[in-house]
């Protein structure tokens, strides 16, 4: 089921006047094979040369264009950790403002346990029960021994201090 030399001739004369062929030079038999579908077709035949210099242009703008998307998410990645960083660094410079208006001692002692937890992500010491808790304010206070900070009741380390 497809087309005969008579259907076919009928079918491409109806909506076409004649065949172009764009010669990019890759073959040199093309035309003899353009030439022989027209005489197949009845229809008049013309080869214009393009060369391969619009598909270089072509190629070359959609290389361009990906790698621009490649380095502008690059920049996105890098703009959204620094970000980061300067939202972290707020946050540690708010804590430490807010940290140095107390002046109840259980209060600051309780900010002190906020600060540690943000700025040292202690969520899992936290739920330890070692860690001390607000409301259980006599484990808090510690003492630092030998450039380590430890727990009052339990004898435990919290924190190394570096000197």
Avoid at 34 to 57: F, K, Q, T
Avoid at 115 to 135: Q, T, V
């Amino acid at each position: 089921m497809g087309f005969d030399r008579e259907t076919a001739g009928e079918f491409f004369r109806e909506c076409s006047r004649e065949l172009l062929l764009l010669d990019t030079g890759s073959d040199a038999h093309v035309f003899g094979e353009l030439e022989a579908m027209a005489r197949y077709l009845g229809l008049p035949c013309r080869s214009r040369y393009v060369g391969l210099d619009y598909l270089r242009h072509f190629l070359s703008g959609a290389i361009a264009k990906w790698r621009n998307l490649a380095a502008e998410a690059k920049t996105r990645e890098i703009l959204a950790q620094v970000n980061r960083k300067v939202a972290d660094y707020a946050m540690a410079f708010d804590l430490l403002v807010r940290l140095s208006h107390i002046t109840d001692e259980d209060a600051t002692i309780a900010a002190i346990q906020e600060l540690f937890a943000m700025l040292f992500a202690l969520i899992a010491s936290i739920e330890d029960a070692s860690w001390p808790r607000p409301g259980r304010q006599e484990s808090i206070r510690a003492r630092a021994q030998g450039g380590v900070l430890l727990s009052q009741e339990q004898k435990q380390e919290l924190l190394r201090v570096i000197e």
